[in-house]
């Protein structure tokens, strides 16, 4: 038995550290099982449910171990096998013809985060930049939060999120995580801060698990999270408990929100929230008297709004204007992500060798399918990257690719409902059987995975693909293709620093932050000024979608599409298909389905402007009146395609051009 480091490439908030055992002498079940590290200051030793049993999956009998070419008409995963460096020779012919033909930029590079390994995502872009190609940029899921914060604060990365559990901590506000389900690490986190006496308030759009352990907890209609934070912010203002050194010492601007907030007519927003202001008053108390010992967890649910940043600054001016930053037992946990800036950048550019070609140009990963519809693009590569389950508006996304004269190819690991499109299907090799690096958007710092052997010899990592297609096209003197995935890594441990380098290899990873360390503890944050900006703050935004909102029939209803507790958008399905049904269900209030006169278990037609699908009506009590859920991400290839992104709308969030998935309004009738 052969021990190795791993690290869990999906993209969750931990990338749980690990020791994998593996059999390498084994005819095909080389990977035995994952011991979770128990020292891990995050992790703590265990896995969330959806990934208990990885070993199943590495080897699932559906998993894809040859390459496929496409048999019948696309739509469907209707493929026959072909050598895999037959493939790869067609592939290399296509590439040489479109250029020819249409210019290298015509060749698209779509990816994600379906791997979250630096190598995984980025070692790609040598080839790219090599022809000259387009690739995709940005993401679908937080920027909008990302680029509000960082319009505050110069970053959105502020707070060590180990501090929740730190002695100074009295009170955590959970605002939109499903912690319980989404991110079971800092839910255990959370835990151990109740036994030692922090009080939880949770506010949401549902009433989840969280709920169960939470002094307050309050429920609120998706959109309308930033009136509920004005409610707050004015409650502050008019009690004079905001920290006035604190705005004057560490803000610009700070006259302009006093002023704004004194323009907030609080009957208007209690009535839009049909709250009592006595309601409230109980979380006012405890958020003034805790000044100085509050952090809040903000979810990236809040933020897939049309106005989602702006949500998002909404609700981080509370923090502000109380003071609540840059203390041991305050500040605002959202992405972390921006604290590794500085330790992966050099890895990123040593990995994409982009000082060896012309800035590639790139388009917005959300808006895929609109510019697909364009024909500037005739060649397309995806990997890491499930898009006609993970975009919005998949009508438009699906027409794009039924395009006659895009050619398509897919890395992948099993048939995905992406591969319905393609043209020529490559197999990829497991997380577990390629040599990376990951750096936690959540918990700050690096770690490693080391390859263990896969049993299948067409299976490929996504750089070896493209190596093999680099040969093809003539390019076997081409220096920057020459590394292997291993040699890559190697030479991305000597670029951090020493005590980096050395707890890598070591323990397996790095953290930045230690339970007591305090991030921006001068509160010189990294503005031009050192002071959180808050000249672009502004409460007047999303008016014509609230009233759009407040004036619905009964039969229309705002859409909320949440992962299921036991997927990670859409995948692992395989390992969990025992839930799958629950991707066919729409789930409503009781009230609204004894108002409608519809019957639990029967089929109702749901619809909008954009697409239209039938599903089954269950009860949830969780969920307000008018509002329905449907669970996202369905990760097989089902027939009917009930994905409810099929409901939203591609236009963007404002500020960061993600993907305001919680928008949309649906019809529900009976069929």
């Known amino acids: 038995m052969i021990k190795r480091i791993g690290t869990c490439s999906k993209d969750c908030y931990g990338s749980c550290v690990f020791i994998g055992e593996w059999d390498d002498q084994a005819q095909e079940r080389k990977f035995l099982n994952a011991k979770p590290v128990k020292k891990h200051p995050f992790t703590n030793g265990f896995f969330c449910e959806k990934l208990v049993k990885r070993e199943s999956l590495i080897y699932h009998p559906e998993r894809l171990k040859h390459a496929l070419i496409r048999a019948g008409p696309k739509g469907s995963n209707n493929f026959d096998r072909i050598p895999l460096d037959e493939a790869i020779k067609i592939i290399a012919n296509r590439v040489n013809k479109t250029i020819a033909n249409f210019g290298s930029k015509s060749i698209l590079g779509a990816y994600n985060s379906g791997n979250n390994g630096l190598l995984s995502r980025f070692a790609p872009f040598r080839f790219f930049g090599k022809i000259g190609a387009t690739i995709t940029s940005g993401g679908i899921c937080n920027e909008g939060g990302c680029v509000g914060l960082n319009q505050l604060f110069g970053t ?13 901590t009295n009170i955590i506000v959970n605002w939109g995580s499903d912690v319980a389900n989404r991110n079971v690490h800092t839910h255990y986190l959370i835990k151990r801060a109740i036994k030692n006496g922090i009080k939880l308030i949770s506010i949401d759009s549902r009433k989840t698990q969280n709920f169960k352990d939470s002094d307050l907890s309050f429920i609120i209609a998706p959109g309308r999270d930033h009136l509920f934070a004005q409610l707050i912010l004015k409650q502050i203002l008019e009690e004079q408990a905001s920290d006035k050194d604190f705005l004057i010492n560490h803000t610009s601007n700070w006259e302009h929100i006093l002023k704004e907030l004194g323009k907030i007519n609080t009957k208007k927003i209690l009535d839009q929230l049909n709250l009592e202001i006595n309601e409230f008053q109980d979380l006012i108390n405890i958020i003034i008297e805790n000044k100085d010992h509050t952090i809040f967890n903000i979810g990236y649910g809040i933020q897939k709004d049309f106005f989602g940043g702006r949500i998002v600054q909404t609700i981080a001016l509370i923090q502000i204007l109380l003071g609540n930053l840059g203390k041991s037992g305050t500040g605002i946990i959202y992405s972390q992500s921006d604290f590794n800036i500085p330790l992966i950048n050099p890895l990123i550019d040593f990995i994409t060798q982009k000082n060896t070609y012309e800035p590639l140009k790139n388009i917005k990963l959300i808006s895929l399918g609109r510019e697909l519809s364009t024909n500037d693009y005739k060649m397309l590569f995806i990997y890491n990257f499930n898009p006609v389950s993970s975009l919005p508006n998949q009508n438009q996304l699906k027409r794009s690719f039924l395009r006659k004269d895009l050619f398509t190819v897919v890395q992948e690991i099993f048939l995905t409902e992406t591969t ?72 991305c441990l000597n670029l951090l620093p020493n005590i980096a380098r050395n707890n890598v290899k070591i323990h397996g990873y790095h953290l930045l932050f230690k339970n007591e360390d305090v991030p921006y503890e001068k509160l010189q944050f990294p503005t031009v000024d050192g002071r959180i900006h808050l000249k672009k703050i502004s409460f007047n935004f999303g008016a014509k979608l609230l009233n759009k909102r407040n004036n619905r029939e009964s039969h229309e209803f705002l859409l909320i599409t949440p992962s299921f507790k036991y997927f990670l958008h859409s995948q692992l399905g395989q390992l969990n298909s025992q839930f799958l049904m629950v991707f066919e269900k729409i789930y409503l209030n009781p009230l609204d389905i004894e108002k409608l006169k519809l019957k639990i278990g029967r089929k109702v037609k749901v619809s909008n402007d954009l697409g239209k699908a039938d599903y089954t009506l269950e009860s949830l009590d969780s969920i307000n009146q008018g509002v329905a859920l449907i669970y996202s991400g369905s990760p097989m290839g089902i027939n009917k395609n009930h994905n409810p992104n099929i409901f939203i709308s591609d236009k963007p969030e404002e500020l960061g051009y993600s993907g305001a998935y919680n928008s949309a309004i649906i019809n529900v009738e009976k069929i």
């Open 156 to 168: 959105y990365s502020t707070t060590n999120p180990l501090q929740l559990i730190n002695p100074k």
């Open 420 to 491: 319905k499109y393609a043209d020529i299907v490559i197999p990829s090799k497991f997380d577990l059987e390629s040599d990376d690096l990951f750096s936690p958007y959540y918990i700050p710092g690096i770690s490693i995975n080391q390859a263990g052997p896969c049993p299948y010899e067409n299976c490929l990592t996504n750089y070896e693909f493209f190596q093999g297609l680099a040969l093809n096209l003539g390019w076997q003197n081409l220096a920057i293709l020459k590394e292997n995935d291993l040699e890559i890594v190697q030479k």
